[in-house]
């Protein structure tokens, strides 16, 4: 008798994930050319605008146009915001509050204000950022995207999370921090459509760019001299150092817009403040304008002695939040790593004068120091390691960087900071009701080690009545749920509500995922 073969069902072939891939080249293509342009006008606007004040020097007659031309720009600029508040800012909380269902708005009408008003505001030499712009830029094209192809739910979402990568990826070339950026700070979900989508966006966006740009990274710093382990307490030094100046500036930032409050202007003309302040300073320090690129690369190239650091920091530090809590469209992540690369400086210049540490280890502090302020106020120490990393072109200093990173981040931790972003978000929405627009949609949230939820039951515990588990992601494979299903740390549960609610029943259950002290 001839045994029998058992039947092998017949695999189909699924293509759901390759259309997504499809659908974020197309993102990462558009946002791509976005992002360049508007990085390339940024560039070539702070050229013009230090050309300007050499100019004022020679015939100081042509400042009193100059004066007037800034006042007017600054009106306008002021005008797009009160047409269009969504491009306040950066606009990395707006994305984070749309990928979690606390807001939404018009992709048209942010894209060409934000892309206008960013270049205006940037591109003048205020001490703003272009990375946050970009991300919501990119963001804003992933978010049209999906309206012009019909997608809803999590596949909208997914294709505004891989703009907002690709719109980073862009910017700074660094096609996975960009990644784990959104994955860390912007969505706070490694869920695989996620990944995988904004991966993809960030390639094809880094692409582009890098036809624009060339193939030399942002921050290209020699990086001449491995650190010596004799030098490992020195990190631990910076660290604590980067994470205590970085809560005094999250405390600065969040409280700035109560002092503008306080100058009794129409909010939408707050930006006339540091765009007069800016003429002063481009008269006498032009080098310092704009985000902080520029400072970087030649701080770590010719360092000032300590006496001129220290100016330098508290200049930087008091006019980039004032930028940015004038509510203009502009960023905090560059001006960010600058702060960081001059803390890292004084304290490296410091440490050589008192006969710590040798005068070559200094780019290195630079280096490291910009790791571990970012992740100290950002809150996302692996972001702020990989975008160091591909910023600077070298993977030599990954241990250092993560021990600064790490300090840092226990530090502004421990001192009681949060997260720069979701407190930046927590201004700007108002806490909300349950709604019913009777679309359904799904909701996302891992259980992290030591929440609540681990080691228990479904049900054990009260789920809020305008929410329905219908599954647990658990690796690769999802369990249908029953009252007896057991929940483990890693799990993702799925969740079923009104599309308008999402954010509701996100507030009802997080304290119930977060993990506990």
Do not use: C
């Not at 712009?133 to 012009?148: D, E, N, R």
């Not at 280890?361 to 120490?381: E, Q, S």
């Amino acid at each position: 008798m001839v045994a029998q073969r058992p039947h092998i069902a017949k695999q189909h072939f699924d293509f759901t994930r390759f259309s997504s891939i499809g659908r974020a080249l197309i993102v990462g293509v558009i946002a791509g050319i976005v992002v360049s342009i508007f990085r390339f006008s940024i560039e070539q606007g702070l050229r013009f605008v230090q050309w300007v004040y050499a100019q004022i020097h020679t015939n100081w007659l042509l400042l009193f146009p100059w004066i007037g031309l800034s006042v007017a720009v600054a009106f306008f600029v002021g005008w797009l915001v009160k047409n269009e508040p969504n491009i306040k800012g950066s606009g990395i909380p707006q994305v984070e509050g749309q990928l979690a269902g606390e807001l939404d708005y018009s992709w048209w009408s942010v894209l060409w204000r934000k892309f206008v008003g960013g270049i205006l505001g940037i591109g003048s030499g205020l001490f703003l950022g272009r990375e946050g712009p970009s991300i919501q830029l990119g963001a804003t094209i992933g978010q049209g995207v999906a309206s012009k192809l019909k997608q809803t739910g999590s596949d909208r979402r997914s294709l505004i999370a891989g703009g907002a990568a690709a719109g980073l990826s862009a910017a700074f070339n660094a096609p996975i921090a960009s990644t784990l950026f959104v994955l860390e700070e912007v969505y706070h979900n490694f869920s695989p459509i996620i990944w995988t989508t904004a991966l993809v966006s960030a390639m094809a966006s880094n692409f582009i760019s890098l036809n624009f740009f060339g193939l030399v990274p942002v921050l290209h710093i020699p990086y001449g001299h491995n650190l010596p382990l004799s030098q490992y307490g020195n990190l631990i030094g910076l660290g604590i150092f980067l994470g205590i100046f970085g809560y005094l500036y999250q405390n600065v930032t969040l409280t700035m817009p109560n002092w503008y409050a306080k100058l009794r202007l129409p909010s939408w003309l707050d930006g006339l403040v540091p765009f007069l302040l800016v003429i002063p300073i481009g008269l006498i320090w032009p080098q310092l304008l704009g985000g902080g690129n520029a400072v970087i690369l030649n701080l770590a190239a010719v360092t000032p002695a300590l006496l001129a650091l220290l100016g330098i920091f508290v200049l930087r530090f008091t006019f980039s939040t004032i930028s940015y809590g004038s509510g203009l469209p502009g960023g905090i992540f560059l001006p960010i790593l600058s702060l960081g690369a001059i803390l890292g400086a004084i304290y490296a210049q410091f440490m050589v004068a008192v006969g710590w540490m040798p005068t070559n280890l200094i780019p290195n502090f630079i280096i490291f120091a910009m790791a571990g302020y970012f992740a100290g106020i950002g809150k996302a120490p692996f972001t702020a390691i990989l975008l160091i990393t591909e910023m600077v072109g070298t993977l030599h200093h990954l241990m250092p960087l993560a021990v600064v990173s790490m300090t840092a981040y226990l530090v502004v931790d421990l001192l009681g900071g949060a997260p720069i972003y979701e407190a930046l978000l927590e201004k700007l929405i108002q806490p909300r009701l349950p709604e019913h627009s009777g679309i359904q949609d799904r909701l996302e949230l891992p259980i992290f080690e030591g929440s609540k939820l681990e080691g228990h039951q479904v049900r054990d515990f009260k789920w809020p009545a305008e929410s329905l588990l219908i599954a647990i992601r658990r690796g690769e494979r999802q369990v249908i749920p029953h009252g007896d299903t057991l929940m483990r740390a890693g799990d993702t549960l799925i969740i079923l509500t009104d599309r308008d609610n999402r954010a509701w029943v996100r507030h009802q259950i997080a304290h119930l995922t977060v993990a506990t002290p």
